[in-house]
């Protein structure tokens, strides 16, 4: 059965430095691969969007590669801040009529000042 | 900016009674969806909605599941008869592509918990 895998302890970094979050996945071919930002209590909120044709994406201080051979996709965020602290989750799609995306767990990462 | 709004906040309800959810989509959006969120887990699909039928549907969206849109900006989840498991936080979505190349737009979510 697909499986998708995020960094399953969470990710603890200083102010200013680069947090890269990991996203694999098996069993699966998607079309897109989607980054969402989770606060507690919170809905999902979307970052960035990366096509299977597409090697690299960035957005301000965010970029998502995506490595079809691998099957991994890594997120950075560069000069992080403590207000970056919260869960991502990764997403993925086949691009199929019904846009099902199907969630990662997350990975929880706390920007320490 | 818009925002897909969901209520209520919070709902409690006892086993074997009826609940709807309700969202009011972004209105320029033609695309639907519901999820959930066990306390812990992954967000899980339920529902995809699209000119007033459902696009596709996961295997834990069975008979007691239905969904609607009964008028031009509501769009309702209605679970007939509740079960403990149904214990989660559901979240309704919203986007204006349907095959996963437009990103969804996220509600914040009713808490549903069920006695």
């Known amino acids: 059965s697909q499986k998708i895998e995020q960094n399953s302890e969470a990710l603890n970094i200083q102010e200013g430095k680069t947090a890269t979050l990991t996203c694999n996945y098996t069993n699966y071919s998607p079309a897109y691969l989607q980054w969402y930002r989770q606060d507690p209590g919170r809905g999902p909120v979307f970052l960035l969007l990366?096509?299977?044709?597409?090697k690299e994406k960035r957005k301000e201080r965010l970029k998502v590669t995506f490595d079809t051979t691998l099957k991994q996709s890594l997120f950075h965020i560069t000069a992080s801040q403590p207000a970056d602290s919260a869960t991502y989750l990764c997403a993925l799609s086949r691009g199929e009529y019904g846009n099902k995306l199907v969630f990662g767990a997350g990975t929880i990462l706390r920007v320490k000042s | 900016e818009p925002e897909v709004t969901q209520t209520p906040s919070h709902q409690v309800t006892q086993m074997g009674q009826e609940v709807i959810l309700r969202c009011v989509p972004i209105s320029n959006h033609l695309y639907f969806y519901w999820y959930r969120q066990i306390l812990g887990q992954k967000v899980e699909f339920l529902v995809s909605f699209y000119n007033n039928e459902i696009s596709e549907k996961s295997e834990i969206f069975d008979d007691q599941f239905s969904v609607e849109r009964p008028d031009g900006s509501n769009f309702t989840l209605k679970i007939r008869s509740t079960k403990l498991e149904d214990s989660a936080m559901y979240f309704c979505?919203?986007?204006?592509?349907?095959?996963?190349?437009?990103?969804?737009?996220f509600g914040d979510g009713t808490r549903l918990s069920i006695l």
């Open positions: 979505a919203s986007s204006t592509g349907t095959h996963g190349n437009q990103p969804q737009h």
């Open positions: 990366i096509r299977e044709n597409e």
